[in-house]
């Protein structure tokens, strides 16, 4: 239905909603249904959004979420889908849970489960809940908003080996389902998948994937689904579409719905509802709902349908019933038993939502109109801007608003709120509050947080307006490119926060002497980009052509190790930024090699001061901590390597996560970790470069008046060093090389996994023995290795290059930086490195000539 041709809930015209962006992009629904099943166009609209993963937007009519639905049709489709799988299923629906997908599909997937009888529901959410640990997670591949949580207050809810249901509202690409399902069977393997959506929209490509899936895992998977078929998507289409975004929202198209014609209390503040919700049943599955919540609910309806059908009055007109984001099954059911009852003229149900989409006024486009209004459940996330769609200018005479207690916060009706945006569009609005449903957790658990927190979240609803308290400060989103970073936003997530244009940089031999004689750290300031002179970045391209193979064989044998050994769906963290161009090129292989869209993210650590603990916090609250490996770019003695082992142990220590401890890394010469792509010392040409092959990004920073309790690391971004980014031509020239490497990699992988690869530290050993050979006595001054030697000649002030006597072209760029600076290489006999960089000790500025070039010492 769409709002702006409607009189009275009377349909005018019969426009396919698709048609706006089918004429404008040339984007058609190609039907493949069985048949007697529905059409797409019945069951579909089009809209766009800025997204730069999939700029169109499949708008269901059925999922009750964009569109104003009777909550009949809506409650029936999905209960009609689980009857299916029940009749599927046989005697093995008896042992089936159901796992419905945030935040679209939370009420459709319970509508399944009541469909299929007696199976537990359990949703995934991107509401953390103190004291409830993550049961797994996984990304959403073309989201705006991708992690999702599994948050059931039973652990055994996902234990079972009975069949595993899994709703979401469409099936596309299957990326997110192969991605559960992948997580979900190493934990705990099952023999049958079902996999549920409303229209499965696959390429053959895509179906034949799954196929080669279910074969890989050695379970079944079917799906069913009400009507399926494709989209058809010429090429350029995503950029067309964003073009068009672009443009629409400069004119401000649907951005602010008009009001509709003068009702008699239009803008009347909104009335309040608690309503008397049976104790102990869940809001919702977010924690799990069982067949004896189902039956206590299914009890408590008709009570709960007059206590809103008396708030409401005798002649309430036609009602919408609006849910809340996650918040889908509760007010869908209180819907529909009003619906039943006759209280009201005619009963419509949808959810407001925290996707964007672009709102069009015209017949032939699903997304009509839009209301724009802040969230006012204090989200993890942050703040940020959520959506109610064909709402304004669809002549409602009464908007029934259902939030949980958590949500029921003053911001609701501030002046830019969910109630003031709703007031001008209906005659009256009324507000129905749920109580949040709190696990069985002790309170012990909420180790350090008062017990204040604890008993407002315990409370449930009471009749005043709960005001958010947060048990703990709320982390942003990781920072994406473009905005921070060259790299593509799904490349790597920054847990940092942006210094950009914060003056940080200090002449090199300003920052040593500082930092030597102790009244400066080094993570305090930055140095000064090095701009390599054309001849060093001759030698860089060389170096890459030379040993790119080398570089793509090491990248497939730490992945693959880590596949085999730690997660087979693993959350990759790298220690900026070193690490990061590695954590890159693991996520590449892993999709290219096996179709699998790991997450990756990029923290700071920094020596002497540990890991960023809100970076560990929030990759706790969105991963599940055992799927997280640390992957940094090399090891030279170790020093980063036991600095994370300690600060994780600090953090577990103090009430933390569990984070395994053990990094993995592209070289390891100094042998001080077991998973690893090489052991050798060789040249890894991002070692030869700063930020123009990480990203543009700096290297981390932590200084107390920038970085305050609550606050990432910071780093800056170098826009300015675009023209000589190669960021992504590193990345791209390495990964294009790993199909010839593959059958090696596999050999090597093989003899790896039957080897000790026990670290014996001799790198350690090494340089403790060279810091008192050559009097410097402070490891910290001794660099081994080729990757730390091109640091120190890079940021640091140098004395003196041990080179391994007889090492070839991976010394060529030391040995241009050395010559540059003025630095001696000294050849010796029995180094365990190819190189070693030692930084001037005891440094004070006249160490260095009038030239800053170091100074031998005599």
Not at 156 to 179: I, M, R
Not at 432 to 445: E, R
Not at 720 to 729: H, P, W, Y
Request: one cysteine or more.
């Amino acid at each position: 239905m769409n709002p702006s041709d409607t009189e009275r809930g009377k349909t005018i015209d019969a426009v396919w909603s698709g048609t706006w962006v089918a004429d404008r992009l040339g984007v058609r629904l190609e039907e493949a249904g069985a048949p007697g099943s529905p059409r797409l166009d019945e069951l579909l609209g089009l809209a766009l959004r800025r997204n730069p993963k999939r700029a169109h937007l499949l708008v269901s009519q059925l999922l009750g979420k964009h569109v104003p639905q009777s909550p009949e049709a809506v409650y029936a489709a999905g209960h009609g889908l689980g009857e299916r799988v029940r009749a599927l299923l046989g005697d093995e629906a008896a042992s089936a849970v159901v796992l419905g997908y945030a935040e679209t599909a939370t009420g459709l997937g319970h509508c399944v489960a009541d469909g299929l009888g007696g199976a537990p529901y359990l949703h995934s959410t991107r509401r953390p809940v103190p004291g409830v640990e993550p049961a797994g997670g996984f990304e959403e591949a073309h989201s705006h908003a991708t992690s999702h949580l599994l948050l059931p207050e039973d652990p055994k809810l996902l234990a079972g080996t009975g069949p595993l249901v899994l709703v979401d509202d469409e099936f596309s690409t299957g990326n997110t389902v192969l991605n559960t399902i992948r997580d979900l069977h190493a934990r705990h393997p099952r023999a049958h998948y079902v996999v549920v959506a409303l229209v499965d929209m696959r390429s053959p490509a895509d179906r034949d994937r799954l196929t080669a899936f279910a074969a890989e895992l050695g379970a079944r998977v079917d799906l069913i689904a009400l009507a399926s078929g494709t989209v058809h998507l010429p090429e350029g289409v995503l950029a067309k579409g964003q073009a068009l975004v672009e443009e629409y929202e400069r004119q401000g198209a649907g951005a602010v719905a008009p009001a509709p014609a003068p009702a008699p209390a239009s803008g009347a503040p909104a009335g309040r509802l608690v309503l008397e919700w049976p104790a102990g049943v869940p809001d919702g599955g977010r924690h799990g709902f069982t067949p004896e919540h189902r039956t206590r609910l299914e009890a408590a309806l008709p009570a709960l349908a007059r206590q809103l059908a008396d708030a409401l009055g005798a002649e309430p007109g036609r009602v919408l019933v609006l849910g809340n984001e996650e918040l889908m099954y509760a007010p869908l059911r209180l819907a529909r038993a009003l619906e039943e009852s006759g209280a009201a003229a005619e009963v419509r149900f949808s959810t407001t939502t925290r996707s964007p989409v672009l709102a069009v006024d015209d017949p032939g486009y699903a997304i009509r109109t839009r209301l724009v209004f802040p969230a006012h459940d204090t989200p993890a996330d942050g703040p940020g801007d959520r959506y109610a769609y064909n709402v304004a200018g669809a002549g409602f005479d009464t908007v029934v608003a259902v939030v949980d207690s958590h949500g029921d916060t003053g911001a609701l009706d501030a002046p830019d709120g969910l109630l003031a945006c709703l007031a001008p569009h209906a005659g009256r609005v009324l507000l129905a509050v749920v109580p949040s449903y709190v696990p069985s957790v002790s309170p012990d658990v909420f180790s350090g947080v008062s017990s204040d927190v604890f008993s407002d979240v315990s409370s449930g609803v009471s009749s005043e307006r709960r005001e958010p308290i947060m048990p703990e400060p709320v982390l942003p989103e990781p920072l994406r490119g473009p905005a921070f970073s060259s790299y593509a936003p799904q490349d790597c997530g920054w847990l940092l926060q942006d210094l950009s244009d914060v003056a940080l940089e200090a002449p090199t031999e300003e920052r040593e002497e500082a930092i030597q004689a102790g009244g400066a750290h080094y993570a305090e300031s930055l140095p000064v980009e090095y701009q390599p002179s054309p001849q060093y970045q001759e030698l860089y391209r060389s170096a890459l052509a030379a040993s790119a193979a080398r570089i793509a064989r090491a990248v497939g044998t730490v992945t693959e190790t880590v596949l085999a050994e730690r997660s087979p769906s693993p959350v990759l963290v790298s220690l900026a930024r070193a690490g990061t161009p590695v954590g890159v090129l693991m996520r590449r292989w892993a999709q290219a090699r096996h179709g699998l869209d790991l997450p990756h993210y990029a923290v700071s650590i920094v020596r002497g001061r540990g890991i960023d603990p809100n970076a560990l916090r929030w990759l706790a609250t969105h991963h599940d901590p055992a799927d997280v490996v640390f992957v940094d770019g090399w090891t030279g003695k170790g020093a980063i390597t036991r600095e994370l082992a300690a600060a994780l142990r600090a953090s577990q220590e103090a009430g933390g996560p569990g984070f395994d401890p053990e990094i993995v890394v592209l070289a390891d010469p100094g042998s001080c970790v077991r998973t690893y792509g090489t052991r050798e010392d060789f040249l890894i040409p991002s070692a030869c470069l700063n930020s123009t092959v990480s990203g543009l990004i700096s290297r981390t920073v932590l200084r107390s008046d920038l970085v305050g309790p609550a606050d990432f690391h910071g780093a800056k971004f170098y826009r300015e060093l675009a023209g000589a980014d190669v960021s992504t031509g590193f990345i791209d020239t390495v990964a294009a090389r790993f199909d010839e490497v593959a059958e090696a990699v596999d050999a090597e992988v093989k003899e790896l996994l039957a080897t000790d690869r026990t670290p014996t530290w001799e790198g350690w050993a090494a340089v403790e023995r060279i810091s008192e050979e050559y009097g410097i006595h402070d490891v910290n001054l001794v660099k081994p290795g080729v990757g730390e030697t091109t640091r120190v000649l890079l940021r640091r002030v140098p004395w003196k290059i041990l080179a391994q006597r007889g090492a070839g072209a991976d010394l060529d760029h030391v040995r241009l930086l050395a010559e540059q600076r003025g630095v001696p290489v000294e050849e010796v006999d029995g180094l365990p490195y190819t190189c070693v960089g030692l930084i001037h000790p005891r440094f004070t500025r006249g160490a260095t000539g009038a030239d800053g070039k170091a100074v031998t010492s005599k």
